[in-house]
């Protein structure tokens, strides 16, 4: 569990907080922002919680799957790059959204 300590009171984040959770919500501004919103968005289309119909929803999902899957950083926008900029490691942000998506996909 990690803990964040403010003055004289402490406060620890829940366990079950996404690996992301943290960054998603400290984004800041500029380039930092812009790889924020583009990892929420990615969240959001692989939980199909992005607007439109469902087969934009589907077409969304599929696009955000491909870019979570494909490895490698051969473009600044790559998913590993992206993670390794904010700070998260790319391997465990990776199955942790594809297991979202999962679980979303389960549930539906």
Not at 15 to 38: H, M, Q
Not at 57 to 66: G, K, T, Y
Request: aromatic share 6%.
């Amino acid at each position: 569990m990690h803990a964040q300590v403010s003055g004289s009171s402490r406060q620890a984040a829940p366990e079950t907080e996404e690996p992301w959770a943290s960054v998603l919500r400290d984004r800041g501004s500029g380039e930092r922002a812009l790889l924020c919103a583009v990892l929420a968005d990615a969240v959001r289309c692989l939980t199909h919680t992005i607007g439109g119909g469902p087969k934009d929803q589907a077409r969304l999902a599929v696009q955000a799957r491909r870019w979570v899957l494909k490895r490698g950083e051969d473009w600044p926008y790559s998913f590993e790059n992206v993670c390794a900029a904010l700070g998260l490691h790319p391997r465990l942000v990776r199955r942790r959204l594809l297991g979202l998506a999962r679980e979303f996909e389960r549930g539906r």
